[in-house]
């Protein structure tokens, strides 16, 4: 029987850098962008045997996928599609940031086999917007949105932060309503306003960006639990979370992991996949893969990646632990929480035996809950989620 994989492509390319950003993103020329598609294909073309496989997922990321000629995108689908098994019903996600699409490009995307787009708004507050380094305004994303259901997209997602410098409560409430009240005309969507999907965020300032030049004073003092200049202190940040759960839930949509919010039957396939350890084959710069109990990684240097004929740089043989201490992370981030028929199944282990102290600790503290077969956080532990993980980590 074939097992089950998921592909991630990833495009580095970005129109200019936002200002909180540390992804593996840059400009570049077109003409990088066609050598980079090329050596896409060599890569894809170089995955051995891939016969074990069917595929249920394929996601392209970056960077900022709907930036280069689209045909060349496509093409990199099609080298896919050719090498691989892939199933009928695989969701095809593409990336897309506002600014970068036309209406032609979604409809190359759309032909070419691409059913679920994910858009970085971040905020429909343009002068946030502009704070950020974002290169589109809230008019802009909304025509494209527009354009995006009139190609025939009928599963949307769209990725919002918050916790942003100088953003209020209502600002975020603002955004969030506007989102919701994104008109769905002209396209078989599952209700006529709204996206299918919502990833949120709340921002962390990372170490080599304008952002922590700017706010990293601000983000301490905010740890520390005093009140910055800034950015919005903990309270307001609270708040902001509350306002995203109740309001996306008046809209019908549940909140199924930490960060993502979907229509029944909406969730990220590809991201599910990934929380459940599913395999996944990684092509593009920097990408990592998992491949039975190896984790590979591939070179970030742009120029050996376009040279190299097998750009891999790393492979971790991951230990019985590293595969158990992942299960309970990414499994607790799901608010279905980790199955523990299937951790036995895996493990030939309990997690109740192995985790018997933690587990007995953090339930009876109300901050993890069992039910229904499943190891859960409760509301409080999702709060804390962090320190509640951190609790199990193997010695
Ligand atoms: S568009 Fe996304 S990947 Fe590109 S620089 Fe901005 S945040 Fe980073």
Redesign the pocket.
């Known amino acids: 029987m074939k097992r089950e994989l998921e592909i991630y492509v990833h495009i ?1 390319f ?5 200002d ?4 593996l ?2 400009p570049a020329a077109p003409e990088t962008y066609r050598e980079y598609a090329g050596a896409l294909k060599r890569e894809i073309r170089g995955f051995e045997d891939p016969g074990r496989y069917e595929v249920v997922s394929i996601y392209f990321g ?3 996928p709907s930036l280069p000629d689209p045909e060349l995108t496509v093409s990199v689908l099609d080298q896919i599609l050719q090498k691989f098994c892939v199933r009928e019903d695989a969701e095809i996600t593409i990336e897309c ?1 506002p600014g970068t699409l036309t209406k032609e490009k979604l409809e190359i995307f759309r032909r070419a086999g691409f059913n679920r787009l994910s858009i ?1 708004l ?1 905020s429909a507050d343009d002068s946030l917007l502009s704070k ?4 589109h305004t809230w008019e802009k994303f909304k025509a494209e949105y527009a354009d995006a259901r009139r190609a025939g997209f009928s599963n949307i997602s769209v990725d919002l932060m918050y916790a942003l410098p100088g953003q209020t409560c209502q600002v975020w409430r603002q955004t969030l309503e506007k989102v919701l009240d994104l008109s769905n005309e002209g396209c078989a969507a599952d209700r006529p306003r709204g996206p299918e999907h919502i990833s949120a965020y709340s921002l962390i300032i990372e170490e080599g960006t304008p952002f922590w030049d700017r706010y990293h004073e601000d983000a301490m003092t905010k740890a520390r639990g005093d009140r910055p200049l800034f950015l919005p202190d903990e309270q307001a940040e609270d708040q902001m979370q509350k306002d995203l759960e109740r309001t996306l839930q008046e809209a019908g949509m549940h909140r199924y992991e930490i960060s993502n919010y979907a229509l029944p039957g909406r969730e990220s396939r590809h991201n599910t996949g990934y929380w459940i350890r599913r395999e996944y084959a990684g092509f593009g710069l920097g990408a990592s893969g998992q491949i039975g109990r190896e984790r590979l990684r591939n070179t970030s240097d742009l120029a050996k990646y376009l040279e190299a004929e097998h750009p891999l740089q790393e492979v971790t043989q991951l230990s019985r632990d590293n595969e158990i201490e992942e299960t309970m992370f990414l499994g607790l981030r799901r608010m279905e929480g980790v199955d523990l028929d299937r951790f036995e199944e895996t493990f030939q282990m309990r997690a109740e035996d192995l985790y018997s102290e933690v587990i007995q600790q953090l339930t009876s503290t109300g901050l993890l809950e069992i039910s229904r077969g499943h190891l859960k956080l409760t509301e409080r532990g999702i709060e804390v989620s962090n320190l509640v993980m951190a609790d199990f980590l193997l010695d």
């Not at 909180?20 to 992804?23: A, G, N, S, T």
């Not at 950020?132 to 290169?135: N, P, V």
């Open positions: 580095p970005c129109v200019r850098k936002c909180y950003c540390d992804f993103s840059f970056g960077g900022t940031n970085g971040q950020l380094g974002r290169i």
